[in-house]
Structure formats: structure tokens, C-alpha cells
Nanobody, 121 residues
């Protein structure tokens, strides 16, 4: 059974930094694109950043220049370094991954349980 487990959320002041981690565990054939999404209260879930298995990245305009996504393929882990945090970054952050469980199965979409990030003074 594949699981995505996030860590690193918390409460920080505006202008501060946080680093989120998400580790994929379980038996899988291939771990493809990984990414982070977020959902603020009363809003739809939105893309924050994604990274392919070969390291190509994509960011939401609202976080460009402040957030950096990276991954360690040996550890099946994706990271999100968040700097210059703003109150509007407050949300539950979810890890996402495209995973093929076996060579004979198509890619499935997997989600972590979410981690709360709160930016407040």
C-alpha cells in the first residue's frame, strides 16, 4: 500500500520560512511527478508547485521567487522550501504524486493527509 506522509507545517510569522517534506512509501514500480497543492478555508485547492522525475519544475505565479520545490529520488521524497511567507500563504498543504504501482498498471493519483501552514504575527 502506497502512502504519502507530509511533515514540516506549523505557525510562523510573516517573512519567515518553513520547509515541508513528503515521503512516499510502499511498493511501487515508478514514482513520476510529485507536487504540492494547498487549500485555504473557503477556497478551492490550488497548485503550488510540481516537479517531474527528471527535475523539471512548475510554480504558481503567487509563489514564484519565494518557494522552491525539490526532490530526492533515492528517498522518494519531495520538499517545498517556503521563504518570505505571507499571511495569504496560510492553508493546508497537500502532497501529490503520480505513481504506477506495477509495470502493467496505469499511473494513479495519490495524496497525502495534509499539513497546516499558518502565517500570522
Amino acid at each position: 500500500q502506497v502512502r504519502l506522509v507530509e511533515s514540516g507545517g506549523g505557525l510562523v510569522q510573516p517573512g519567515g520560512s518553513l520547509r515541508l517534506s513528503c515521503a512516499a512509501s510502499g511498493t511501487m514500480y515508478r514514482l513520476n511527478s510529485m507536487g504540492w497543492y494547498r487549500q485555504a478555508p473557503g477556497k478551492q485547492r490550488e497548485l503550488v508547485a510540481t516537479i517531474t522525475s527528471d527535475g523539471s519544475t512548475n510554480y504558481a505565479d503567487s509563489v514564484k521567487g519565494r518557494f522552491t520545490i525539490s526532490r530526492d529520488n533515492a528517498k522518494n521524497t519531495v520538499y517545498l522550501q517556503m521563504n518570505s511567507l505571507k499571511p495569504e500563504d496560510t492553508a493546508v498543504y497537500y502532497c501529490n504524486a503520480g505513481i504506477r504501482l506495477r509495470i502493467t498498471t496505469p499511473q494513479g493519483d495519490y495524496w497525502g493527509q495534509g499539513t497546516q501552514v499558518t502565517i500570522s504575527s
